[in-house]
């Protein structure tokens, strides 16, 4: 395993990653709005 090429990725990896939470940030969100509006 190339440790240089792996510290190189390490941006890139962590953007996948933050972008991923807040995606599924964004879902949770909507859900907790969805279920409030609809009143059950």
């Given at each position: 395993?190339?440790?240089?090429?792996?510290?190189?990725?390490?941006?890139?990896?962590?953007?996948?990653?933050?972008?991923?939470?807040?995606?599924t940030a964004v879902i949770i969100l909507s859900m907790?709005?969805?279920?409030?509006?609809?009143?059950?």
């Amino acid at each position: 395993m190339n440790i240089n090429a792996m510290i190189s990725t390490l941006p890139i990896m962590a953007k996948g990653m933050l972008g991923i939470f807040i995606v599924t940030a964004v879902i949770i969100l909507s859900m907790i709005l969805l279920n409030k509006f609809s009143g059950k």
